[in-house]
């Protein structure tokens, strides 16, 4: 241990083994060496030794008297937990000489002074008990369980004390899921993380440009689990959370409107012939695109009450663009193309316009209030008439979005197609799709909350709409039988 003795200008961390029981694992040790991160994250799969981080982590200054750490459950129950973080923490601490535990204010009281309190914040306003005290170490054991604004609240009090030397430390851990699954992940999660994540391969950690640091914790990295074991208990759980808790996939969510088992995939090998592949691998359907009709939604966000919610703290929103391909003939849908950005007006018409080159569809949608009316009426003044299908007239390219239903109800028909397995996705395997994470996410995630983000959704809501209603008057090709296709399979 480092003695505490002067004061230096930055304080060097005493050695856990000191205080704790038990080694760190590596990727604990990783955790615990960002002494000098003020926002660290250790997220992933459960079992992987995540708790017991952030209670090594409460130690690493003990031997300084003025030192204070608080951990954080979200509620009384979860605190009182037996095994949680702070029974841990008792049959570490509590009969060691020269260390008092004061039930009273659940906190540990070591001998140079230093502190180390347990807590809970089971309503909104309790974060402004802490509102004043100064701690150095503030952690949020299970952070998706917590809301934004309970974490950022606290992250706003640290205040550094420079005379002590001692570090200011921000730390949190959670398995995916949860209600606060979706803040969390853009707060820390980065796509690389997640691509990675997805592919099997984890790095040590993830910097993100703001400075924030995403550790992510697998089974493999706790010495103390019996995997095989944890795994066959694992295997009793459904799909996403299996995958949520034995992976740490951050990309799926349980309780979502869109369940992942009805999601169904499309290859599409540049011969402009969509494969939809059945639940089995088999293919289900070859759909020509000519067999299609293909829309494109532009929806566009960013509107002087979007950039309101968004000045107090809810979730931004974005323009989203769509191209789908409907085959009403047998009743699928194939989305082709999302773009999902945050521009200006004039930005997002020029990439609206991109869009359209690229893909020539029949019928573009977009909303003519708010935002939407200017680049409504710039599509309406520029699109260029009759280049895609001649048999629309060009002032019925763009149709006025005007319906005023809220998203869930606009995605009703979304649902209904996408619960009948009629709504297909691109296949990684034989598509680079940049945009499929994001949308796979969303959708996923999705559970009609009013502050949940789900722009690229409500576009592919519409396009179902839009699409069902003006399908009969287009023409397309004949159907094309599938037994005289090239398989490539
Ligand atoms: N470095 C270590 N050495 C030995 N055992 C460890 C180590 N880290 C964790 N463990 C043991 O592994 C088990 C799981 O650890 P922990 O509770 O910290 O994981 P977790 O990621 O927080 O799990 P959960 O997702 O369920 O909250 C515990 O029984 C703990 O004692
Ligand atoms: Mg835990």
């Not at 009403?328 to 521009?343: K, N």
Request: charged share 25%; proline share 6%; with cysteine.
């Amino acid at each position: 241990m480092t003695a505490a003795t002067g004061t230096p200008s930055f304080a060097e961390p005493d050695d856990v083994e000191h205080w704790c029981p038990i080694t760190p694992s590596k990727r604990q040790r990783h955790f615990l060496d960002l002494t000098d991160r003020r926002e660290v994250f250790l997220g992933g799969a459960a079992g992987g030794g995540k708790s017991l981080g952030i209670l090594m982590a409460a130690s690493q200054y003990l031997s300084w008297p003025n030192y204070k750490a608080i951990i954080f459950r979200r509620t009384y129950t979860d605190l009182a937990q037996e095994d949680a973080i702070k029974d841990v923490a008792k049959q570490w601490w509590q009969h060691k000489p020269g260390i008092y535990w004061n039930e009273g204010q659940k906190k540990f009281i070591f001998p140079s002074g230093a502190v180390i309190r347990f807590a809970y914040m089971a309503h909104e306003a309790h974060k402004r008990r802490y509102q004043g005290t100064q701690y150095h170490f503030v952690a949020y054991d299970e952070l998706t369980q917590f809301s934004e604004g309970q974490y950022t609240y606290l992250f706003s009090r640290q205040r550094k004390l420079r005379d002590v030397g001692i570090p200011i430390r921000m730390r949190a851990t959670s398995n995916p899921g949860g209600d606060g699954h979706e803040w969390v992940k853009k707060r820390f999660i980065t796509k690389e993380a997640e691509a990675d994540l997805l592919a099997g391969k984890y790095k040590m950690s993830y910097t993100l440009d703001s400075g924030r640091v995403f550790v992510p914790s697998r089974l493999e990295d706790n010495p103390g689990l019996d995997i095989e074991d944890y795994r066959l208990s694992l295997s009793n759980l459904n799909d996403v959370e299996r995958a949520q808790l034995e992976q740490g996939d951050w990309t799926v969510s349980i309780a979502g409107i869109f369940p992942p088992d009805a999601m169904r995939y499309y290859q599409h090998g540049g011969d402009h012939i969509y494969r939809a592949i059945d639940i089995d691998g088999s293919t289900l359907a070859a759909v020509a695109e000519s067999e299609c009709f293909r829309l494109m939604m532009i929806d566009p966000a960013g509107t002087a009450r979007d950039r309101d919610r968004e000045e107090k703290g809810k979730p931004p929103s974005y323009s989203a663009i769509v191209i789908v391909d409907m085959c009403m003939e047998r009743g699928m849908a194939f989305l082709r193309h999302v773009e999902r950005v945050r521009v200006e007006a004039p930005d997002l018409i020029t990439l609206a316009k991109r869009v359209y080159r690229e893909y020539q569809p029949v019928l573009v949608g977009c909303e003519n209030t708010g935002l939407g009316l200017p680049i409504y009426q710039t599509m309406l003044r520029e699109m260029p008439p009759g280049v895609v299908i001649p048999l629309e007239p060009a002032s019925k390219k763009v149709k006025q979005l005007t319906e005023r239903s809220d998203k869930l109800s606009r995605s009703v028909p979304l649902q209904q197609w996408y619960k009948q397995n009629r709504v297909f996705f691109p296949s990684q395997a034989t598509n680079a799709c940049p945009w499929w994470s994001d949308f796979r996410g969303e959708l996923l995630h999705w559970r009609g909350l009013k502050d949940q983000t789900c722009d690229q959704i409500d576009a592919l809501a519409y396009a179902i709409i839009y699409g069902m209603r003006y399908a009969d008057e287009f023409e397309v090709a004949e159907i094309i039988d599938p037994a005289s296709m090239p398989s490539i399979f």
